[in-house]
Each structure stands twice: as structure tokens, then as C-alpha cells.
Nanobody
Framework: QLQLVESGGGLVQPGGSLRLSCAAS????????IGWFRQAPGKEREGVSC????????KYKDSVKGRFTISRDNAKNTVYLQMNSLKVEDTAVYYC??????????????????WGQGTQVTVSS
């Protein structure tokens, strides 16, 4: 079945780092832009980042710019989100999703064809 699987979440101290992975099963990511989203308890889901199918264009939520880096390795059918200088407010379940392009990446969530199950990121001392 076509699906995305996130991994790499865990517990980390403030200032620490994690690298999340989004792997595709049953289809290739070559033709898809991939967005990363997160949702904290009691809060709305928000867009974190997006990368174009070629990797030539990236988008970031303002609060993570300079700290998070999205990348992809199409040969491995995987997209990554490197998270550095993590803050307590980054705590959330992180999801990846696939759609045609990063146009409207953080507002047109209905356009994403596939969603992963999420991976928990907890930043705490």
C-alpha cells in the first residue's frame, strides 16, 4: 500500500538535535514535494517546512528558520528534517506529507495526497 513512514523522533534536551526521516513505501518520492507538519497537544497543526520534488526549493516556518533544514535523497526515497537548537516549544508530533509542489505548502493541506502516521518529538530538560 502507498504510505509514508516517519521516524527519528524522541526525547532531547533544549539545544539538542534530532533528524527526522520520511520514507515512502509503494511509490517513488521523485515526483512529489514533501511537507513537514507538527501538532502539539491542544494546538492546531502547523506547517514546518517543505521541499520541492527536485530539492531545488525549500520553505520554512519563520520560527524554525536557521535551526531546521529539510533535505531529500531521492535515491533512498527519503526526505529528512534536521532539527538543531531545539526548543521546548518544538515539542509536537511531526508528520510528513506528499503533494505535487510546495505551492501553498502551509495553507493547502487538502492537496497533500499522502500523510505519515507521525513521530513524537519531545524537548525537555
Amino acid at each position: 500500500q502507498l504510505q509514508l513512514v516517519e521516524s527519528g523522533g524522541g526525547l532531547v534536551q533544549p539545544g539538542g538535535s534530532l533528524r527526522l526521516s520520511c520514507a515512502a513505501s509503494g511509490f517513488t518520492l521523485d515526483y512529489y514535494a514533501i511537507g513537514w507538519f507538527r501538532q502539539a497537544p491542544g494546538k492546531e497543526r502547523e506547517g514546518v517546512s517543505c521541499i520541492s520534488s527536485s530539492g531545488g526549493s525549500t520553505k520554512y516556518k519563520d520560527s524554525v528558520k536557521g535551526r531546521f533544514t529539510i533535505s531529500r535523497d531521492n535515491a533512498k526515497n527519503t526526505v529528512y528534517l534536521q532539527m538543531n537548537s531545539l526548543k521546548v516549544e518544538d515539542t509536537a508530533v511531526y508528520y510528513c506529507a506528499a503533494k505535487g509542489s510546495c505551492r501553498g505548502w502551509d495553507t493547502s493541506t487538502n492537496d497533500y495526497a499522502y500523510w505519515g502516521q507521525g513521530t513524537q518529538v519531545t524537548v525537555s530538560s
